[in-house]
């Protein structure tokens, strides 16, 4: 039977915790009117708040840190090639979302968010890709169920406005979990510990 019962270090942590971190002192200083489970996490990056640019530069500095890792694994050659480029999607497109804020232009505003499709969509395909290019079977069904499981929250934040903001915090909760633990993982790289 497959145990999951060890995180292995991963320089992921480095822009999660980055991004958990700009997130939360974000939502402390957000105005009284923002709802979590209802807005997006975009929406501390108004143009108008007073902390608007702090959720911005989050953006921006998660992407960059994303770039950072992706080439780190690049240089070590731990990594295919073929996993780490929607990772590197992902890295612009964050970046792209600090860039466009949204704000009271409509048109800003829709680059803003096809950017946060761009970068759902890109970590959904990493993930399938994994299921493609593994060899253990079970490593196999994981990274599907993370993809499924990614993929869920993200069409129902942009289905269900109701609901986006928990939706959303969901898709990056599940993406961290599965970055942590499973990503890049092709064959276990010999550690008897998860078995």
Not at 15 to 40: E, K, M
Not at 82 to 90: A, H, K, N, R
Not at 106 to 133: E, K, N, P, R, W
């Amino acid at each position: 039977m497959l145990k999951l019962n060890r995180i292995r270090w991963t320089p992921w942590i480095i822009p999660l915790v980055f991004f958990l971190v700009v997130q939360i002192i974000a939502v402390i200083y957000a105005p009284d009117r923002y709802n979590v489970i209802r807005d997006q996490i975009s929406w501390l990056g108004e143009e108008g708040l007073t902390y608007s640019w702090m959720m911005n530069v989050g953006w921006i500095g998660f992407g960059v840190l994303v770039l950072l890792v992706v080439g780190w694994f690049k240089q070590k050659e731990e990594i295919l090639s073929s996993l780490l480029l929607p990772m590197m999607v992902l890295g612009i497109a964050l970046i792209l979302m600090g860039l466009w804020n949204v704000d009271s232009a409509d048109m800003i505003t829709m680059f803003h968010f096809y950017a946060l499709f761009i970068a759902q969509g890109s970590v959904v395909l990493a993930a399938l890709l994994h299921v493609f290019l593994v060899k253990v079977e079970k490593l196999r069904l994981f990274n599907l169920c993370f993809a499924i499981a990614m993929l869920i929250p993200a069409l129902f934040s942009l289905l269900i406005p109701s609901i986006a903001g928990f939706t959303e915090r969901l898709f990056w909760l599940v993406l961290a979990i599965w970055l942590i633990t499973i990503y890049g993982r092709i064959d276990f790289h010999h550690d008897k510990h998860w078995f």
